[in-house]
């Protein structure tokens, strides 16, 4: 078992083109798995802009409105008989709605485990469903648990993400891996200052790197900006596309801040942005574990992030960023400030972030997940 090579396949509803962290620390994973001699085949639903790909199944899909494609009910039309020509040791499911039970379905079908990693709080997605009310959060939050608990080994980013669906009803057996951060792609460059003319990056620039939707608490970071702008000359930088972006921008010109929308950069242009900027803001308090900020401390950027989810679990005050109360715009400022105007501790921060983000390279996180499926197969549920 130990050195068995395994055919696996991975269920998710969020997958490439799409501009989302579970999307790329899916990618990542495969493409290492694959270098470690596994056979990879994944099922998601089809997007605009999706490439045949011989390793995916693309399934006909129906846009959730308002998420502009980052949402779908798949049709799961002919799926289980192609999982049962490809012949899965196991199934990895990565998404809990409607892949996800397409995925439970087929595990029944064909017999094999089911190892499953939740990389979202559920209840912070719903209002999408036009259901942004506590009875169905809490509802979503507990079909989660049950989903997870029909799996053989249970993984998240997080410990916060964990203890939220133990308290919810989880009794699976469960691990804490982090996501895949590419070190070796996302690292400091030199030059900033020519980066920033690149770019059109005046003064300072305040990073906010990711999906640019309501669930990222972005309003709230917009209004910390604009504190902090008052007093050091600073632009506002999104980098990412999404469901808010346009609102986003109108409310950033309506407050009169400087701001820049870079949108969506991918390679080496992605790593310049981030490199040309001065400090990273994260306020979201929905992310179990932020790949974006993980990116960011790879490139050496101070980190100024909410106490909630799991970014306290590396973002360590006063070590490797500062961690703030979610709501305390004023530390939030404050802390902002310090960073523009202290480089010597903005350096220190940056250096120690690195330091930590170096932890989750992808030979050590694709080992764990081997160790998982191992655990899986010889106690299958």
């Known amino acids: 078992m130990e050195n068995k090579k395994l055919r696996i396949a991975f269920c998710t509803d969020l997958y490439l083109p799409q501009l989302s962290g579970i999307a790329d620390s899916i ?28 390793e995916v199944m693309r399934l006909n899909s129906w846009e959730i409105p308002k998420s502009q494609g980052d949402l779908a009910f798949v049709i799961p ?5 192609d999982m049962r020509d490809f012949n ?34 559920p209840a912070d997605y719903m209002h999408y469903f036009k259901l942004d009310y506590e009875p169905f959060k809490n509802g979503s939050r507990r079909f989660a ?41 996302f690292r400091p460059l030199p030059g900033k200052p020519s980066l920033k003319k690149k770019l059109g990056i005046e003064g300072k620039g305040v990073l906010i790197f990711g999906r640019v939707a309501k669930e990222k608490n972005l309003d709230f970071a917009l209004e910390v900006f604009a ?6 000359a600073l632009t506002f930088v999104v980098l990412g596309h999404g469901p808010y972006e346009e609102e986003l921008k109108t409310k950033a010109e309506s407050m009169k801040v400087k701001s820049k929308f870079l949108g969506a950069l991918k390679g080496e242009k992605l790593v310049e942005a981030v490199n040309a900027c001065d400090v990273y803001l994260i306020t979201s308090t929905s992310d179990t574990q932020s790949m974006t900020t993980l990116q960011s401390m790879a490139c050496e950027l101070p980190v100024v992030g909410a106490k909630a989810g799991g970014l306290p679990e590396y973002i360590i005050d006063n070590e490797t960023g500062f961690i703030v109360e979610p709501t305390d715009k004023n530390t939030y400022v404050d802390k902002i400030l310090k960073l523009v105007r ?40």
Not at 77 to 81: H, L, P
Not at 162 to 168: A, N, R, S, V
Not at 227 to 232: C, F, L, V
Request: charged residues 25%; glycine residues 6%; aromatic residues 8%.
């Open 27 to 54: 990618s990542l994973l495969t493409q290492n798995l694959k270098k470690n001699g596994h056979t990879i085949r994944i099922y998601a639903p089809d997007r605009p802009g999706a490439k045949p790909e011989e």
């Open 77 to 81: 039309v002919g799926v289980t008989k």
């Open 88 to 121: 899965p040791d196991l199934i990895h499911v990565h998404t809990f709605s409607t892949v996800g039970l397409v995925a439970l379905y087929a595990r029944w079908e064909l017999g094999v485990p089911l190892v499953g990693t939740d990389h979202t709080f």
């Open 145 to 185: 648990a049950w989903f997870y608990n029909h799996c053989a080994q249970v993984t998240a980013p997080s410990k916060s993400m964990i203890q939220e669906l133990k308290d919810y009803g989880l009794t699976a057996p469960t691990n804490v891996i982090s996501n895949i951060i590419p070190t070796d792609i």
């Open 227 to 232: 504190e902090a702008a008052k007093k050091e």
């Open 342 to 381: 202290d480089e010597k501790l903005s350096k220190a921060l940056g250096k120690a972030g690195r330091k930590k983000a170096m932890e989750f390279s992808p030979e050590s996180i694709t080992a764990k997940f081997e160790e998982v499926y191992r655990k899986a197969l010889a106690n299958k549920k």
